[in-house]
Protein backbone atom coordinates (compact mmCIF):
# COMPACT_ATOMS: atom_id res chain seq x y z
CA UNK A 1 0.00 0.00 0.00
CA UNK A 2 1.33 3.18 -1.34
CA UNK A 3 2.05 5.89 0.96
CA UNK A 4 1.97 9.92 1.47
CA UNK A 5 6.20 9.59 1.30
CA UNK A 6 6.15 6.84 -1.72
CA UNK A 7 4.43 9.40 -3.41
CA UNK A 8 7.07 12.04 -3.06
CA UNK A 9 9.15 12.88 -5.66
CA UNK A 10 11.80 13.90 -3.67
CA UNK A 11 12.79 13.02 -0.06
CA UNK A 12 14.80 14.88 1.72
CA UNK A 13 17.03 12.09 2.46
CA UNK A 14 17.72 11.80 -1.49
CA UNK A 15 19.28 15.54 -1.14
CA UNK A 16 22.55 15.01 -1.76
CA UNK A 17 25.47 17.14 -0.22
CA UNK A 18 28.97 17.63 -1.53
CA UNK A 19 32.37 16.32 -0.10
CA UNK A 20 32.24 20.14 1.69
CA UNK A 21 28.80 19.14 3.16
CA UNK A 22 27.06 21.30 0.43
CA UNK A 23 23.48 21.04 -0.36
CA UNK A 24 22.74 20.26 -4.06
CA UNK A 25 20.14 23.21 -5.35
CA UNK A 26 18.29 20.65 -7.53
CA UNK A 27 17.82 17.89 -4.77
CA UNK A 28 16.57 20.56 -2.17
CA UNK A 29 14.23 22.57 -4.19
CA UNK A 30 12.58 19.04 -5.22
CA UNK A 31 12.34 17.99 -1.65
CA UNK A 32 10.67 21.32 -0.96
CA UNK A 33 8.09 21.04 -3.61
CA UNK A 34 7.38 17.34 -2.03
CA UNK A 35 6.84 18.76 1.31
CA UNK A 36 4.80 21.67 0.30
CA UNK A 37 2.32 18.90 -0.41
CA UNK A 38 2.22 18.02 3.11
CA UNK A 39 0.22 20.88 4.01
CA UNK A 40 -2.67 19.77 1.55
CA UNK A 41 -3.12 17.09 4.24
CA UNK A 42 -3.56 19.56 6.52
CA UNK A 43 -6.95 20.09 4.70
CA UNK A 44 -7.24 24.12 5.55
CA UNK A 45 -7.81 26.82 3.41
CA UNK A 46 -5.76 28.82 6.33
CA UNK A 47 -2.61 26.67 5.32
CA UNK A 48 -2.67 28.17 1.81
CA UNK A 49 -0.76 31.26 2.91
CA UNK A 50 2.15 29.18 4.15
CA UNK A 51 2.23 26.92 0.37
CA UNK A 52 1.74 30.18 -1.22
CA UNK A 53 5.04 31.29 0.82
CA UNK A 54 6.99 28.46 0.38
CA UNK A 55 6.50 27.95 -3.14
CA UNK A 56 7.33 31.69 -4.20
CA UNK A 57 10.56 30.65 -2.03
CA UNK A 58 11.07 28.14 -4.05
CA UNK A 59 10.88 29.85 -7.29
CA UNK A 60 13.02 32.75 -6.68
CA UNK A 61 15.84 29.62 -6.17
CA UNK A 62 14.87 28.13 -8.99
CA UNK A 63 15.26 31.17 -11.13
CA UNK A 64 18.41 31.47 -9.77
CA UNK A 65 19.69 28.23 -10.26
CA UNK A 66 18.16 28.31 -14.24
CA UNK A 67 20.28 31.93 -14.65
CA UNK A 68 23.62 30.45 -13.01
CA UNK A 69 23.69 27.25 -12.92
CA UNK A 70 27.31 26.51 -11.73
CA UNK A 71 27.63 29.07 -9.79
CA UNK A 72 24.04 27.78 -7.87
CA UNK A 73 24.76 24.04 -7.85
CA UNK A 74 24.79 23.95 -3.97
CA UNK A 75 22.37 26.49 -2.01
CA UNK A 76 25.85 27.92 -0.18
CA UNK A 77 27.88 28.80 -3.84
CA UNK A 78 24.30 30.46 -4.69
CA UNK A 79 24.28 32.45 -1.25
CA UNK A 80 28.21 33.65 -1.85
CA UNK A 81 27.85 34.10 -5.51
CA UNK A 82 24.85 36.71 -4.66
CA UNK A 83 26.35 37.85 -1.35
CA UNK A 84 28.95 40.36 -3.86
CA UNK A 85 25.91 41.49 -5.95
CA UNK A 86 23.06 43.91 -4.82
CA UNK A 87 20.28 41.68 -5.71
CA UNK A 88 20.05 38.71 -2.66
CA UNK A 89 16.58 38.03 -4.00
CA UNK A 90 17.25 33.90 -4.13
CA UNK A 91 19.42 34.05 -0.95
CA UNK A 92 16.32 35.86 0.68
CA UNK A 93 14.02 33.08 -0.93
CA UNK A 94 16.26 30.55 0.62
CA UNK A 95 16.22 32.54 4.15
CA UNK A 96 12.83 32.14 4.35
CA UNK A 97 11.72 28.98 3.01
CA UNK A 98 14.51 27.73 5.74
CA UNK A 99 12.22 29.12 8.13
CA UNK A 100 9.33 27.39 6.88
CA UNK A 101 11.14 24.06 6.61
CA UNK A 102 12.46 24.70 10.20
CA UNK A 103 9.21 25.57 11.42
CA UNK A 104 7.97 22.00 9.17
CA UNK A 105 10.48 19.86 10.83
CA UNK A 106 9.53 21.70 14.67
CA UNK A 107 6.04 20.80 14.40
CA UNK A 108 6.07 17.21 12.95
CA UNK A 109 8.90 16.48 15.40
CA UNK A 110 6.38 17.45 17.97
CA UNK A 111 3.80 15.55 16.67
CA UNK A 112 5.92 12.18 16.58
CA UNK A 113 7.43 12.87 20.07
CA UNK A 114 4.23 13.64 22.03
CA UNK A 115 1.50 11.34 20.76
CA UNK A 116 -1.22 12.13 23.03
CA UNK A 117 -1.14 16.00 21.27
CA UNK A 118 -3.41 17.39 19.17
CA UNK A 119 -1.89 18.35 15.85
CA UNK A 120 -3.82 22.58 16.96
CA UNK A 121 -1.25 22.08 19.83
CA UNK A 122 1.51 20.52 18.35
CA UNK A 123 1.59 22.85 15.33
CA UNK A 124 0.93 26.15 17.33
CA UNK A 125 4.13 24.82 19.60
CA UNK A 126 6.28 24.67 16.73
CA UNK A 127 4.85 28.01 15.24
CA UNK A 128 5.75 29.81 18.44
CA UNK A 129 8.97 28.46 19.00
CA UNK A 130 10.29 28.69 14.81
CA UNK A 131 8.20 31.50 12.60
CA UNK A 132 6.40 33.61 15.02
CA UNK A 133 9.28 35.29 16.15
CA UNK A 134 10.15 36.78 12.27
CA UNK A 135 6.01 37.83 12.19
CA UNK A 136 4.74 41.26 12.01
CA UNK A 137 1.20 42.15 13.52
CA UNK A 138 -0.87 41.61 10.10
CA UNK A 139 1.13 37.59 9.65
CA UNK A 140 0.85 36.39 12.73
CA UNK A 141 -3.10 36.26 13.06
CA UNK A 142 -2.92 34.30 10.22
CA UNK A 143 -0.65 31.72 10.91
CA UNK A 144 -2.41 31.08 14.60
CA UNK A 145 -5.31 30.80 12.38
CA UNK A 146 -3.78 28.17 10.78
CA UNK A 147 -2.54 26.40 13.56
CA UNK A 148 -6.04 26.19 15.08
CA UNK A 149 -7.42 24.62 11.54
CA UNK A 150 -5.07 21.59 12.05
CA UNK A 151 -7.13 18.23 11.67
CA UNK A 152 -7.47 16.07 14.23
CA UNK A 153 -3.97 13.60 14.74
CA UNK A 154 -6.20 10.40 13.67
CA UNK A 155 -7.33 11.93 10.59
CA UNK A 156 -3.90 13.43 9.35
CA UNK A 157 -2.05 10.45 9.97
CA UNK A 158 -4.80 8.38 8.15
CA UNK A 159 -4.01 10.59 5.16
CA UNK A 160 -0.40 9.59 5.16
CA UNK A 161 -1.21 6.21 4.61
CA UNK A 162 -3.24 3.40 5.67
CA UNK A 163 0.04 1.16 6.98
CA UNK A 164 0.63 3.21 10.38
CA UNK A 165 3.77 1.19 11.06
CA UNK A 166 5.60 1.55 7.52
CA UNK A 167 4.16 5.52 7.95
CA UNK A 168 6.11 6.02 10.89
CA UNK A 169 9.31 4.31 9.57
CA UNK A 170 9.03 6.96 6.53
CA UNK A 171 8.31 10.04 8.69
CA UNK A 172 10.96 9.41 10.74
CA UNK A 173 13.47 8.82 8.33
CA UNK A 174 12.27 11.66 6.11
CA UNK A 175 11.67 14.01 9.15
CA UNK A 176 15.52 13.37 10.10
CA UNK A 177 16.88 14.37 6.68
CA UNK A 178 14.54 17.38 7.43
CA UNK A 179 16.10 18.59 10.13
CA UNK A 180 19.35 17.72 9.37
CA UNK A 181 19.14 19.73 5.98
CA UNK A 182 17.85 22.45 7.97
CA UNK A 183 20.25 23.07 10.11
CA UNK A 184 23.37 22.79 7.54
CA UNK A 185 21.21 25.96 6.04
CA UNK A 186 20.61 27.85 8.92
CA UNK A 187 24.23 27.41 10.99
CA UNK A 188 25.73 28.37 7.47
CA UNK A 189 23.50 31.73 7.11
CA UNK A 190 24.97 32.11 10.60
CA UNK A 191 28.15 31.50 10.32
CA UNK A 192 28.54 34.11 7.21
CA UNK A 193 25.50 36.47 8.49
CA UNK A 194 23.74 35.79 5.48
CA UNK A 195 20.53 36.81 6.23
CA UNK A 196 21.64 40.13 7.47
CA UNK A 197 18.75 42.54 6.36
CA UNK A 198 16.69 40.10 4.83
Not at 46 to 71: C, H, Y
Not at 86 to 108: C, D, I, V
Request: proline share 2%.
Amino acid sequence: MSTFFDEMKASFADVKLNEAGNIDTADFLRASESLVKLFDLLGSSAFIVVQKDMTGNITKIRSKLLEDPIKSSTLQDLVLAESTTKSKTATQGLLWLSRGLQFTAQAMRETVDQPDKELTVTFTDAYNKTLSKYHGMLVKPVFKLAMKACPYRKDFFAKLGADQAKVNAQLLEWLAALEKIVKIIMDFFASGNYGKGL
